[in-house]
């Protein structure tokens, strides 16, 4: 097994920091970028401040259960990650299009706020994906009204009409 475990940016801002012990500085400047580190090394830097909020708000992610399990994010006994979701793009997809709203509902539960934020910022970018019944259920559970959010972004990125 390797030692290695890669680590994916989640979110459409950079994110970094420092590894202990040294001067090196870990940085994803962008979304989808991926970095490699020695496991023992990434073990040691989830305790620095800041670091397991990342990844316990799926700011930062990896597939790596070994890793997950040595630093408590996922049980002993999980085969698959069950308390981190990896939301990515399908998956956002699919949570505002073809999910049925009873399985949204609970997908939306497992959501870190960080990612909540990530999903109304696909929604705004893909308005027509998105189906009406699960308005009330991103009302709710991202104490935000999101057709308002929909109307004022139109609004502002309409040209505008004075002649």
């Not at 459409?12 to 500085?25: C, L, Q, W």
């Not at 970095?35 to 023992?40: A, E, G, P």
């Not at 505002?96 to 990612?115: H, N, R």
């Not at 109304?120 to 991202?142: M, Q, R, S, T």
């Amino acid at each position: 097994m390797s030692n290695k475990v890669v680590v994916e940016n989640m979110i459409g801002s950079p994110v970094g920091f420092k590894m202990p012990g040294s001067a090196i500085v870990k940085m994803w400047e962008k979304k989808g970028q991926k970095l490699s580190f020695n496991r023992d090394e990434l073990i040691e830097a989830y305790y620095i401040p800041g670091v397991e909020y990342f990844f316990t708000h799926g700011i930062l992610y990896t597939d790596d259960m070994e890793f997950k399990k040595a630093v408590g994010l996922e049980p002993e006994d999980a085969e698959e990650p069950v308390n981190v979701v990896k939301l990515d793009e399908n998956l956002k997809r699919r949570m505002i299009g073809p999910m049925p709203v009873a399985e949204f509902t609970e997908e939306l539960k497992k959501l870190s706020y960080d990612q909540r934020q990530e999903l109304i910022g696909y929604i705004v970018d893909h308005p027509d994906e998105l189906k009406f019944e699960k308005v009330d259920v991103i009302n709710k559970a991202c104490s935000t009204n999101i057709l308002k959010v929909l109307e004022i972004h139109k609004a502002e990125n309409e040209p505008d009409k004075e002649e």
